[in-house]
């Protein structure tokens, strides 16, 4: 479990196979990022904070 820090939310990494991205003022959920078949062990928002990439031990990098 880790967490990310941004302007825009925080990140939470489970290393399992998901990733989550709360806004802090409301502590809602706003994405939820699955599918990675291995455990994800990179992520990284874009500089305006509207996209986020994650890479994963499966070989695989999402972004949304």
């Known amino acids: ?12 990494i489970n ?6 991205v709360w806004n802090l003022a409301s502590g ?6 699955t599918g990675h078949k291995g455990s ?3 992520v990284t928002f874009s500089p305006d904070g ?3 990439a994650s890479g ?3 070989n695989t990098i999402k972004v949304i």
Request: net charge positive; aromatic share 18%; with cysteine.
């Open 56 to 58: 994963s031990r499966d």
């Open 50 to 52: 509207l996209q986020l």
């Open 15 to 20: 290393f399992l196979i998901f990733l989550q």
């Open 1 to 12: 479990f880790k967490l990310i820090f941004s302007l825009f939310g925080v990140l939470t």
């Open 28 to 33: 809602q959920i706003t994405k939820t990022l």
């Open 40 to 42: 994800v062990f990179c």
